[in-house]
């Protein structure tokens, strides 16, 4: 059904290598930003869900009227 359409589109052969492209591109980013973050921000966001200090964590995600 779709190989009828497809078959009129010209250089359709670019698409999937575009695709390709800005999948790697993104990967890379993600990857350059994942090795080079703050070490103490993430050790702090890692210790968030555990901290009983914070305001947040002491209600343990109910609502006070």
């Known amino acids: 059904m779709f190989g009828v359409h497809l078959k009129d589109i010209k250089n359709l052969g670019?698409?999937?290598?575009?695709?390709?492209?800005?999948?790697l591109f993104a990967f890379v980013l993600i990857l350059i930003r994942?090795?080079?973050a703050d070490k103490n921000y993430l050790?702090?966001?890692e210790e968030l869900p555990l901290d009983l200090n914070n305001e947040d964590?002491?209600?343990?995600?109910?609502?006070v009227l």
């Open 14 to 23: 670019i698409y999937p290598i575009i695709s390709l492209i800005i999948f």
């Open 34 to 36: 994942t090795f080079t």
């Open 43 to 45: 050790k702090k966001m």
């Open 57 to 63: 964590n002491n209600n343990f995600g109910r609502k």
